[in-house]
């Protein structure tokens, strides 16, 4: 799942400066369920922008919807009424969502709530964890499942650094090491031998390198 | 608005007590200005039997659908309300009470701030009902039986216990076979006492053969015991938990109405022992009383060192024990006061060894224990309390063991009346040919699996004396699910038998009834629900799991009922504001902020 | 000046809304501008019923939980108090001090301590003056 986590709200309310009618829109999806943009949220950053606003002597009407999927263009277009009369959306999806909000309202200011943090899962609750950074060409089979380019810091491919030390790495020793991981998964499948193969340099035109990529299956295209 | 629903203001004066305070036809007549106010009226005694009488006549004549009492605190009545307006044919979470006596009249310093504060209470209240909405009653099944897990002495016991209570109970163990010995650490006082530790090798062995005939019984009673069986899973609440055993690989699932953790604790030498390596002639009390009942001959050698006649024993407890800072909680305290006392007497009855026991605490409180120490002194054992600043330091001479002591009460005379000597302030030299220290008594192997698997904090299992006021002694956070015995915290034998006594008490009043009727007071809107799973980590009592909310549908979080306490925990976590309280929803805590 | 502060008391119904029943039963009496609203654990109270007080024009808001080992749910006053933490720092950004906002740890039986806190509570909100959000601009 996609993890985000809100924006300090001192840095969101500048965003508000000069708007009159908010509309804060939540997302019940990933964000919900990473605990940063689902409906008791949107209800608390309204009613803190109400606030805000308050404090500072000015008044501004703040409102609150949440929808399905930010990342859908039928969801956010079900908002087409709703929207009306707002002159500032905040979205509390994720960036994708933002950016699907904006798509389909051009002519309206759409503001991130959230930082879009990575794609991983609650290690346990409140904690969450990066699990896989997106690269385009998936390559767990060799590496015992464990993904080399999100759990090691340098995203090597064959093999820690030389930094590794009691299976922490050297960037921070809160962090385990991935290579560590990786070994230990191999050795306790008997299947060190995986990692006698040495990678070829991965192909990074297939990850953010190359540009905005795109997924087409052509059987399901209309 | 015709279709909002009717609402009756009742006022209690309490006894025209609240006359004094406030003009109460002012209150009712601003209350009946509200919207949806159907009908208002006063009464001088509403909480007794005519009172509640006439609560029932009104709501039934005046048609109202909800009710809004103004009277004393909700602690007061609040229970025979509800009762009466249910009896009235009204749901009864269709009822609020302000809180008019406790709240207002009581606390106002000036009589003139009386009918302002208890116009806006009232009011308050009024648009709380409102809101509220009916809560369902559910049946729930109370399987009454129970699944024991440990087949200690503890569990044997309970086993036999809710038996006899007409419980079913299933009792398993990990083991092989049932073991008494994982609970016998504390031998009860009396049992040398009662025979006036007679050297006949039965004052302690008593206990063990109990336990085999315990063992019997169960057969006898037709008890099932499985053993080489563990946990796997547990699903569902209170009288139902829907639990899968494994029996060396063969998987059963069982339905039980209770779960009775019995798993008990094992000793362990503590950290002294091992900081002062493997000297033969260093020992832990666990050892030694297995040595004194076991291999007296053995112990007998070992006592007799080359230089020296006199055989020689020291303890040392507490202060800098084998547990460091722990060794000065209560419990361990008492367990190996306990344990030194009973086995210093029978060494000097025994064994005719010299006796020392040097300890910066000695807890003998107990039925029974001050006699054991009385007695322990009348033998001849002498005793030695170390300041916790000054703990007694040994040493190993030529294999002789040294102690050195600082007694707080001794130190002085004897300083003064000393060669000169220097002794590093520690002025007493016990010369030991087997010393006993503490070890350290750690839940059974397994028990955090299990913990986890229960999803219960067996409260203070690893540290004893921690956890929830509310769930001492025996109670774990889930509800249904109990610990008994050495798993929960040193106990001798006489406290383990009120321990087991009480949990089946408990679990007997728990499964009484085939069927209890419980409130639905947490409601998941389930098409609400992003199923992220917080509320079933975050609720304290494991009320709520995740699966198919109907047959064959999508998965979604849903309550237990019969599991659930009510704290609203769920509801205050819930992201998608998918979790409703009945009697306190949002909009019902929000109607009460209009200041 | 003279002003009078409303003030929002959550109280937990097994400890403090019990503490003030036997406070007012005592008829020692304390600031009649103090409402209490009845939660049946701390840990129900969300953020938004905070925030929500404060729209609604409280000068301050007083959060009563159970003692730390005797929450009868166990961790409800735990999690209140982190959100307590998480709103205060969240109010003192939007441009309310969080000073207005409260939060003790209280039994049934301290109905003495009860009095005192809300009556020193009051007097601090009240020398706080009103909530820069009721202020006009
Ligand atoms: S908008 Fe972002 S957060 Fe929402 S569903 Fe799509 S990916 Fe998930
Ligand atoms: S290898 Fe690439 S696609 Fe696979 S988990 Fe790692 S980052 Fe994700
Ligand atoms: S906390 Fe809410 S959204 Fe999450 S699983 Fe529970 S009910 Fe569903
Ligand atoms: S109200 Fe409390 S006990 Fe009941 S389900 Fe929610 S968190 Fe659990």
Excluded at chain 2, 368 to 397: I, K
Excluded at chain 2, 547 to 561: D, F, H, L, N, T
Aim: proline share 4%; with cysteine; aromatic share 4%.
């Amino acid at each position: 799942m996609i993890v985000a986590e809100q924006k300090d709200i001192a840095e969101i309310i500048p965003m508000t400066e000069g708007y009159q009618n908010i509309l804060v829109i939540g997302c019940d999806t990933c964000v919900t369920v990473c605990l940063a943009g689902g409906a008791k949220e949107v209800a608390i950053l309204a009613c803190s922008l109400r606030l805000a606003a308050r404090a500072r002597g000015k008044k501004v009407q703040v409102d609150e919807i949440s929808i399905e999927r930010q990342c859908e263009k039928e969801f956010v277009d079900s908002l087409q009424s709703t929207v009306r009369g707002h002159d500032l959306l905040i979205s509390m999806g994720c960036g994708i969502g933002v950016q699907t909000i904006a798509e389909q309202f051009p002519n309206l200011a759409v503001v991130p709530a959230l930082n879009t943090k990575l794609l991983g899962l609650p290690e346990r609750q409140g904690v969450w964890v990066e699990r896989c950074q997106a690269c385009g060409q998936c390559i767990l089979d060799k590496t015992g499942g464990i993904c080399p380019i999100s759990r090691c810091s340098k995203s090597l491919l064959n093999g820690p650094c030389g930094g590794s030390q009691n299976g922490k790495c050297e960037i921070n020793k809160e962090i385990d090491c991935g290579w560590h991981l990786i070994y230990e998964r191999l050795k306790s499948l008997g299947r060190l031998g995986c990692l006698e193969e040495i990678m070829p340099a991965k192909d990074w035109s297939r990850s953010r390198n190359g540009g905005p990529r795109k997924v087409i299956r052509e059987d399901m295209c209309l | 608005m015709d279709s909002s629903p009717k609402i009756g203001v009742f006022l209690c004066t309490c006894g025209h007590m609240m006359n004094d305070y406030f003009d109460t036809r002012a209150l009712l007549a601003s209350a009946a200005k509200e919207p949806g106010v159907s009908s208002v009226d006063e009464c001088g005694f509403l909480c007794t039997k005519s009172g509640l009488e006439w609560l029932k006549i009104k709501i039934a004549r005046s048609g109202c659908e909800r009710v809004v009492i103004a009277g004393c605190s909700p602690h007061q009545h609040e229970l025979k309300f509800r009762q009466a307006i249910e009896e009235a044919g009204l749901n009864r979470s269709l009822m609020t009470i302000a809180n008019l006596r406790e709240g207002c009249v009581w606390v106002c310093r000036d009589k003139k701030e009386c009918l302002p504060k208890a116009e806006r209470m009232l009011k308050a209240a009024i648009h709380r009902v409102a809101l509220a909405k009916p809560v369902d009653m559910v049946q729930a099944r109370m399987s009454s039986s129970a699944l024991i897990i440990g087949a200690g002495e503890s569990g044997v016991r309970i086993a036999l216990e809710l038996h006899r209570l007409g419980i079913q109970p299933l009792l398993i163990d990990s083991q092989p076979r049932p073991e008494g010995e994982r609970e016998a650490f504390l031998p009860t006082p009396c049992t040398i006492l009662g025979n006036g530790g007679s050297s006949s090798g039965q004052d302690t062995g008593g206990q063990r053969h109990d336990f085999s005939a315990l063992v019997k019984e169960l057969s006898h009673k037709k008890i099932e015991l499985l053993t080489s069986t563990e946990v796997r899973e547990v699903a569902g609440g209170v009288g139902a938990f829907r639990v899968v055993l494994d029996t060396q690989g063969r998987e059963r699932l069982v339905e039980v109405g209770s779960i009775v953790v019995a798993s008990g604790s094992r000793l362990e030498d503590g950290a002294n022992l091992a900081k002062l390596g493997s000297y033969s002639r260093i020992v832990s009390l666990g050892r030694l009383q297995k040595m004194i009942e076991a291999e007296p001959e053995r112990l007998e050698r070992m006592m007799i060192t080359a230089e020296r006649r006199a055989k020689h024993v020291c303890f040392i407890l507490g202060g800098d024990g084998p547990q460091g800072e722990k060794s000065l909680v209560a419990p361990f305290v008492k367990r190996a006061s306990i344990m030194a006392l009973n086995q210093a007497i029978l060494l000097r009855r025994r064994f005719k060894a010299e006796v020392a026991i040097v300890a910066s605490d000695i807890i003998v409180c107990g039925t029974g224990l001050e006699d054991l120490y009385r007695l322990a002194r009348q033998s001849g054992v002498l005793f030695f309390r170390t300041p916790e600043s000054r703990p007694p330091q040994v040493s190993l001479e030529k294999g002789v063991i040294k102690v050195r002591v600082y007694d707080s009460a001794l130190a002085d005379c004897i300083r003064e009346s000393a060669s000169g000597e220097d002794d590093g302030g520690y002025p007493i030299l016990i010369q030991a040919d087997l010393l006993a220290l503490e070890d350290e008594v750690l839940p059974s192997l397994g028990t955090e699996t299990l913990q986890s698997i229960l999803r219960v904090d067996l409260a203070g299992i690893s540290s004893f004396y921690q956890g929830n006021i509310h769930l001492k002694p025996n109670l774990s956070n889930r509800r249904g699910v109990f610990v008994v015995g050495s798993c929960h915290g040193v106990e001798d034998g006489g406290e383990m038998l009120n321990d087991i006594r009480s949990v089946a008490m408990a679990v007997f009043s728990l499964l009484s009834r085939p069927n209890l009727a419980v409130e639905q007071k947490v409601v998941i809107n389930t098409d609400k629900c992003a199923l992220c799973l917080t509320c079933i980590r975050t609720c304290p009592h494991r009320a709520i799991e995740f699966g198919e909310v109907k047959a064959g549908q999508k998965w979604g979080a849903r309550v237990i009922p019969q599991a659930c306490q009510g704290c609203g925990i769920c509801a205050g976590e819930c992201p998608a504001k998918a979790i409703e309280m009945v009697q306190y929803s949002d909009d019902q805590i929000f109607s009460e902020l209009t200041l | 000046m003279d002003f009078t502060p409303a003030i929002v008391a959550f109280c937990c119904e097994n400890s403090a809304y019990r503490a003030a029943d036997t406070a007012g039963a005592r008829q020692e009496g304390y600031p009649s501008n103090i409402s209490i609203c009845r939660l049946p654990c701390s840990g129900k109270l969300e953020v938004i019923h905070i925030l929500k007080a404060f729209e609604e024009g409280a000068d301050g808001v007083f959060v009563f939980a159970c003692h730390p080992d005797s929450c009868r749910f166990l961790l409800g006053n735990v999690r209140a108090g982190k959100r307590i933490e998480h709103t205060a720092a969240l109010l003192e950004k939007i441009g309310i001090e969080k000073e207005r906002l409260r939060f003790f740890y209280l039994s049934e039986l301290e109905w003495t301590q009860f009095l005192d806190l809300v009556r020193q509570g009051n007097e601090s909100i009240k020398s706080l003056g009103p909530s820069p959000i009721k202020v006009k601009p």
